[in-house]
């Protein structure tokens, strides 16, 4: 069963504008990660925060974790249509090498 | 980070038959898993293939139609077998190293017809 709820499930904004991304889970967690896929591709891994950690960056990325709240959201700034992608959050129970459990995904587009 | 090989990239099969898809890994890693997503849906974790012993799978999937080999740390397989419309999916494996991010190949893409 689905461990995160995206939110929204479909966004809309121009290139330029910011996009937020929320995802929220159920269970205790080890770590959050956050992919993007491409239309009918596969997943490319944007991000890991780990539970001890409340924020982190990478380019034009921001993650943040609150695990009080089982939440955790996605910034991109600056967006760009090549950023158009579904974007999943996927948590890992852990400790050690467990699956992921995803997210059903939030569906971005970005117009040029 | 691990680069993840799979094939076939896609493929359209005749209901009653079976697909083995292969994915390698560029380098030795701990885990590998097999995922799948339904057309419009998030992805669900099929089994983890274990290496040298049979895959654990997640409630709903059984070895029998989705038999999976793992005989190295670096290659893995996943057999869709007597497929009907409704295994039209696209499948994903993945590796992690030690505490590293998992990632993903490219999936294959399966049609049934």
């Known amino acids: 069963s689905q461990q995160g709820e995206e939110d929204p499930q479909a966004l809309s904004i121009q290139e330029g504008e910011n996009a937020t991304m929320n995802c929220s889970y159920k269970t205790s967690i080890n770590n959050l990660q956050w992919y993007r896929q491409n239309s009918g591709r596969g997943l490319v891994h944007l991000i890991l925060i780990r539970s001890n950690e409340r924020e982190k960056h990478s380019g034009r990325l921001r993650v943040t974790l609150d695990t009080s709240k089982k939440s955790s959201s996605l910034l991109i700034t600056a967006s760009r249509a090549a950023d158009t992608a579904s974007y999943f959050c996927a948590t890992d129970l852990g400790p050690g090498n467990t699956p992921l459990v995803f997210g059903k995904g939030t569906r971005l587009s970005v117009i040029a | 980070s691990a680069v993840i090989s799979q094939k076939p990239s896609r493929d359209i099969c005749q209901r009653g038959t079976s697909l083995t898809i292969q994915c390698q890994v560029d380098?030795?890693?701990?885990?590998m898993f097999w995922y799948r997503q339904q057309p419009g849906q998030s992805l669900t974790l099929i089994a983890t293939?274990?290496?040298?012993?049979?895959?654990?799978?997640e409630s709903g999937f059984v070895i029998d139609k989705f038999p999976i080999s793992r005989p190295n740390l670096t290659f893995s397989t996943l057999t869709v077998s007597n497929m009907s419309p409704e295994d039209s999916s696209i499948y994903l494996c993945?590796?992690?190293?030690?505490?590293?991010?998992?990632?993903f190949g490219d999936g294959t893409r399966l049609s049934i017809l």
């Open positions: 293939a274990n290496q040298g012993s049979e895959a654990t799978y």
């Open positions: 993945s590796a992690q190293r030690g505490n590293q991010p998992q990632h």
């Open positions: 380098s030795q890693v701990t885990m």
